[in-house]
T-cell receptor
Framework: GEQVEQRPPHLSVREGDSAVITCTYT??????FFWYKQEPGASLQLLMK???STEINEGQGFTVLLNKKDKRLSLNLTAAHPGDSAAYFC???????????WGSGTKLIIKP | DMKVTQMPRYLIKRMGENVLLECGQD?????MYWYRQDPGLGLQLIYI???????SEGDIPKGYRVSRKKREHFSLILDSAKTNQTSVYFC???????????FGEGTRLSVL
């Protein structure tokens, strides 16, 4: 079945620098991709959803890239600020069911 | 306002006691999930429900059971709780497979 590998598990960057988190998946039929942010002690909040028909999506302070050929999904945070300190999770879903396969998470720390 | 509500938010139980975690949503979402998240780790799927009385085991169903008698409510039951079931439990619901799951605030369960 589908497997999702998320890297790195921990990431520390300075305020103002960029940060990149990557998920690779195995199922070529994967169609829906999601990035979630989880602040300490809180629930998961959706950052962005991506369909396989799109490759680049921009949010507020971040960009999501989908490389279908390499089966890679990345979250690029530009000009990181302290509020970006959190855990980030990717999730992947095939078109055929409602089961999501989750990455193991990345704990991002923004240093002043 | 679209919301998934979990009750209680915090719960302390003794080993061997029964535990009932409740989840509600007012969006008539058909599909609902129960996840478990241990400290510093990702999400593990316990059960998925596709509608009333249509439930399927996830990756870690042992020691848990669920009940869905109304579309709006999805309960997680621990019969004779064990200390290794101490965790944070998240409920989520989804309208369509092209939508992102909406998460509740979580229930922090401690089994002593």
């Amino acid at each position: 079945g589908e497997q999702v590998e998320q890297r790195p598990p921990h990431l520390s960057v300075r305020e103002g620098d960029s940060a990149v988190i990557t998920c690779t998946y195995t199922d070529p039929n994967s169609y829906y991709f999601f990035w979630y942010k989880q602040e300490p002690g809180a629930s998961l909040q959706l950052l962005m959803k991506v369909f396989s028909s799109t490759e680049i999506n921009e949010g507020q302070g971040f960009t999501v890239l989908l490389n279908k050929k390499d089966k890679r999904l990345s979250l690029n945070l530009t000009a990181a600020h302290p509020g970006d300190s959190a855990a980030y999770f990717c999730a992947v879903s095939a078109n055929s069911n409602y089961q999501l396969i989750w990455g193991s998470g990345t704990k991002l720390i923004i240093k002043p | 306002d679209m919301k998934v509500t979990q009750m209680p938010r915090y719960l302390i139980k003794r080993m061997g006691e029964n535990v009932l975690l409740e989840c509600g949503q007012d969006m008539s979402h058909e599909t609902m999930y129960w996840y478990r998240q241990d400290p510093g780790l990702g999400l593990q799927l316990i059960y998925i429900s596709y509608d009333v009385d249509s439930n399927s085991e996830g990756d870690i169903p042992k020691g848990y059971r669920v009940s869905r008698k109304k579309r709006e409510h999805f309960s997680l039951i621990l019969d004779s709780a064990k200390t290794n079931q101490t965790s944070v439990y998240f409920c989520a619901s989804i309208r369509d497979r092209n939508q992102a799951p909406l998460f509740g605030e979580g229930t922090r369960l401690s089994v002593l």
